[in-house]
């Protein structure tokens, strides 16, 4: 679907806010707990439900108390107006609620405004409740005539590159929607903006969190906070092959190489049913798996029960010296893995060490400087 299609589906009304219902489904509450459990349709106007999204949006990383404050200071000028759709449970003797598509910071903002008012925190003057609450300009999408790609379109359109700009997992899930409703992967690309390239890679990571969360032993653990190990992995070309990448099954098909990458990220469980520490503690750990998961050597005593990135590592670099990059690397890997017991137990030699490596960095950049001034 061409993005010139949309207004062939979307129509001009006025609608008082009483009627327009947070979406619960937000996809920026995909990496909420339990966020990307969607709530069911006949659900959605409960106050309890409501009152909880509402709550949702009035955290910190939405910006909803900026956007309430200037529109307390200015007024609600609707020059890009809110987009809706009928809830579908909606019935002829009650009033119609509608759901929205594009704009809950906005009527997040304005229900705020006016809950302050009502529980006396604020005091608004009446034209200020008529303008936040009275025949709000909005477009509605016509449920009857437009596909269901549409409703995650519009968000994207707006957000996957844009104003709150969504999170890395938020776009991967519109592009997997967007791909299951039937839309080719160049026109989801082109439909959120983006190349069909990164639309490509958001689709594999997605799928390869999703393929987790269906594991007996490790589904648990799946959660949005995941993916950035996931696009990390989908990123590295090597790994991507050791575990055997299908587009076309959409899922990585070396199942045993599979458990095996779930251990190093969760750890594995002993006999005494506790997990061994993550050789993977972090998504960027995956970066240095990639440059040796094809050298033999390192990459053995890597899996081996007391192999680590580290250990790795340095057996890489061994057969690499004419890099001089790589001990730099090494060196840098090694202090990220030191804890806090040792940092406490450091000796003045220990010490003296760090800070003659601070010394010497510091003289190689500054005549890099002189060099090239």
Known sequence: MSISDLSR???????????????????????????DKEVPESRIIE????????????????????????????????????????WLNNKKSEPIKYIVVEGNRRIAALKWLIDL?????????????????????????????SPDQVKYILPGLRHVSGIKEWGPYQRAKAVYKLREAGETPKDVAQSLGLSTQAANLLWRSYLSLEQMRIDEEFGEYANPRMYSYFEEIIKRPKVRKW??????????????????????????????????DPKLPEAKSVRELGRFIDN???????RSPN???????????????????????????????????????????????????????????????????
Do not use: C
């Open 9 to 35: 589906f979307l129509s001009s009304i006025e609608v008082d806010l009483d009627q327009i219902m947070l979406d619960p489904n937000n996809p920026r509450f995909s990496d909420f707990e339990n966020g």
């Open 47 to 86: 106050d309890r439900v409501q009152r909880d999204t509402f709550e949702k949006m009035k955290s910190k990383r939405f910006d909803v108390a900026e956007l309430r404050d200037t529109i307390r200071t200015i007024g609600y000028l609707p020059m890009d107006r809110i987009v809706l759709r009928e």
């Open 117 to 145: 008012h009502n529980t006396g925190r604020e005091t608004l003057l009446t034209g200020q409740i008529k303008n936040y609450t009275q025949k709000i300009p909005a477009l509605l999408l016509d449920k009857t005539k």
């Open 243 to 276: 575990l055997e990448w299908s587009d076309d099954e959409e899922k990585f098909v070396n199942e045993d190489r599979v458990k095996e990458l779930y251990g190093w990220i969760f750890g594995d469980i002993t006999t005494g049913e506790e997990r061994t």
């Open 296 to 302: 033999s050597p390192a990459f053995e005593l890597f």
């Open 307 to 373: 192999g680590n990135l580290t250990r790795a590592l340095a057996r890489y670099e061994s057969e690499h010296r004419d890099s001089w990059q790589g001990p730099i690397i090494t060196a840098n890997s090694v202090l990220e893995t030191l804890t806090t017991s040792t940092l406490r137990k450091m000796s003045e030699t220990d010490i003296d060490l760090l800070e003659n490596l601070i010394e010497r960095i510091q003289r190689v950049l500054q005549d890099r400087e002189k060099l090239l001034s």
